[in-house]
Nanobody, 121 residues
Framework: QVQLVESGGGLVQAGGSLRLSCAAS????????MGWYRQAPGTQRELVAT???????NYADSVKGRFTISGDNAKNTVNLQMNSLKPEDTAVYYC???????????????WGRGTQVTVSS
């Protein structure tokens, strides 16, 4: 069974930092992308940042210059370092990966359960 497990998150004051981590586990043959999305109450889930297996990154404009995504292909992990946090960053953050489980022929989208990030003003 392939799954994503997040860690990190919590409560921090505005201007502070947090680090999110996500590990993919199970019988995984390949991973195309890993990344983070977030969803605040009453809003749609939105992209925060992604990283490809080759290391190409993509960021939402709202987090550029403040957040940094990094990945470890050998460990199938992805991290999100969040600096200069703002109250508007408050949301549930979800890990996402496009993965090919062993024995499958197509890549599928997988999601973690989410971790709460709350930034107080």
């Amino acid at each position: 069974q392939v799954q994503l497990v997040e860690s990190g998150g919590g409560l921090v004051q505005a201007g502070g930092s947090l680090r999110l981590s996500c590990a993919a586990s199970g019988s995984i043959f390949n991973i195309n992308y890993m990344g983070w999305y977030r969803q605040a109450p009453g809003t749609q889930r939105e992209l925060v940042a992604t990283i490809s297996r080759r290391g190409s990154t993509n960021y939402a404009d709202s987090v550029k210059g403040r957040f940094t995504i990094s990945g470890d292909n050998a460990k199938n992990t992805v991290n999100l370092q969040m600096n200069s946090l703002k109250p508007e960053d408050t949301a549930v953050y979800y890990c996402h990966a496009e993965m090919l489980p062993t024995g499958y022929v197509h890549f599928n989208d997988y999601w973690g359960r989410g971790t709460q990030v709350t930034v107080s003003s």
